[in-house]
């Protein structure tokens, strides 16, 4: 780092033609001298929550021993050369109610049990990234981002007697409001990065034919930022807008391949037909979302519960919660070890790009703090009971081993222990009854 006498604003961001584009934290952002006293002390620490649905082939994803050293399973094989960011939790539950798949979602950040309902008289219970967003969205333009695979049209498709509004999102502001999950690249990048103000469908295409990109309006400011800066903030800059210039990329390539393979009105602008293609997007906007420091907390469902996406691109083109329901079928399993394992690898992306992403004296997979799982264990039984949970990052300052708690250990414990590292502490939420120890492991 070079130590000058002045320093950028944080919240510095580049203007242009109406646009404006927020940036990473630079060296140059960081007060002369405060920052060799600060930065390392107290890094800002990012709170993630990846849910995927229809349950687990649970002996594929549970490692066969505890502690350091642990082999990773089948599922989990791709996370294995980022182990020591990575822990596997066994043995906790989530809190029984009817309608086992709203139960899996609603209960999973809540801890409370979705009611039977017809959508006029919803019932959940505000979820720990809520609670996380209201302290941390104090110093950033959003407090949370919610976001997701599926869309929410998917009436007919839910559990009997229970409103689609439970298995649509794991996020609730309240006991009675769900929050939307936005499964749409382009209204996600308008949402961190701006737009005309207007989603009229012709509007943007103007926009866009006027513009060949957003960056095209500030490449001047770009350019007359970047003299201001050492060659260490120049790199980082120039490294931050090609992430961007690619994501928009491709968020139109995108946009062209849905207008001609579908009609507009089956498939938004800007939503990939190819599953994979459609989460690095999400995955590289949360990444954006969280270098900027536009918001510190991102929900992401890579699926909602019931869904019947199809996995043709894996050789699975069957639908995946018919699949769930295996009855012990040979074919099935292996079928639905496959769409566990393809999830995690979509995830191991993420982390990779995480873990290549300069933040202060880390990088954001060493100040994050990442949930990833489902809302029930064996799927065919719909169970319960030792959840699927591992938690990724350094935020948490524990990593690399599988560790086994208690089977009466509420997942809603975890939750706790997470809003203590982000410093919000909460004296309870739903079924918890104390706290998750996470204590760190030397010498991993």
């Not at 082939?57 to 980022?82: C, D, N, Q, R, V």
Request: charged share 20%; proline share 7%; hydrophobic share 40%.
């Amino acid at each position: 780092m070079i130590v000058t006498q002045k320093a950028l604003p944080r919240r510095t961001v580049l203007r242009g033609l109406g646009a404006s584009l927020a940036l990473p934290l630079l060296d140059g952002m960081v007060p002369a001298f405060a920052a060799l006293r600060t930065t390392a002390a107290a890094p800002v620490r990012r709170l993630g929550v990846v849910y995927v649905p229809n349950g687990m082939m649970m002996p594929h994803w549970t490692p066969s021993t505890e502690g350091a050293g642990f082999e990773f399973p089948t599922i989990l094989k791709p996370l294995e050369p980022y182990r020591s960011h990575v822990e596997v939790l066994s043995g906790m539950h989530g809190v029984e109610s009817e309608g086992p798949h709203a139960r899996s979602s609603t209960r999973f950040l809540t801890g409370v049990p979705s009611k039977p309902d017809d959508g006029s008289d919803l019932r959940g219970g505000v979820s720990m990234d809520q609670l996380a967003g209201r302290v941390h969205g104090r110093e950033t333009q959003l407090a949370t981002l919610e976001l997701a695979l599926d869309g929410r049209d998917f009436a007919g498709s839910c559990d009997d007697g229970f409103s689609c509004a439970y298995t649509n999102t794991i996020a609730w502001a309240n006991d009675v409001t769900p929050l939307p999950m936005e499964n749409n690249p382009r209204a996600v990048f308008e949402r961190l990065f701006g737009d005309t103000g207007s989603t009229d469908p012709a509007i943007r295409r103007a926009r866009l034919e006027k513009d060949a990109s957003l960056l095209d309006s500030v490449t001047d400011r770009a350019a007359d930022l970047s003299r201001q800066l050492g060659a260490g903030d120049q790199a980082k800059l120039g490294q931050y807008l090609d992430a961007v210039r690619d994501i928009e990329r491709r968020i139109r390539m995108a946009e062209a391949q849905s207008d001609r393979e579908l009609p507009v009105v089956a498939q938004p602008a800007g939503i990939p037909d190819a599953v994979g293609e459609h989460a690095k997007l999400m995955f590289d906007l949360m990444a954006l979302a969280w270098e900027t420091d536009l918001t510190r907390v991102v929900t992401f469902m890579m699926g909602r519960e019931i869904t019947g996406r199809t996995y043709a691109e894996i050789g699975v083109p069957d639908a995946h919660h018919p699949i769930s329901h295996h009855q012990r079928d040979p074919e099935k399993l292996a079928k639905l070890t496959k769409i566990n394992q393809y999830h995690v690898q979509l995830f191991s992306a993420f982390v990779e790009r995480l873990a290549a992403t300069q933040d202060g004296d880390g990088t954001l997979l060493d100040h994050s703090m990442i949930v990833y799982g489902a809302g029930m264990a064996d799927s065919n039984s719909h169970a319960s009971t030792n959840l699927p949970i591992l938690l990724a990052g350094g935020g948490a300052g524990t990593g690399g081993r599988h560790v086994k708690y208690p089977e009466d250990t509420p997942l809603a414990n975890l939750h706790l222990s997470l809003l203590d590292k982000m410093g919000v502490p909460v004296e309870q939420l739903g079924h918890s009854n104390g706290r998750l120890p996470l204590e760190p492991l030397s010498g991993v």
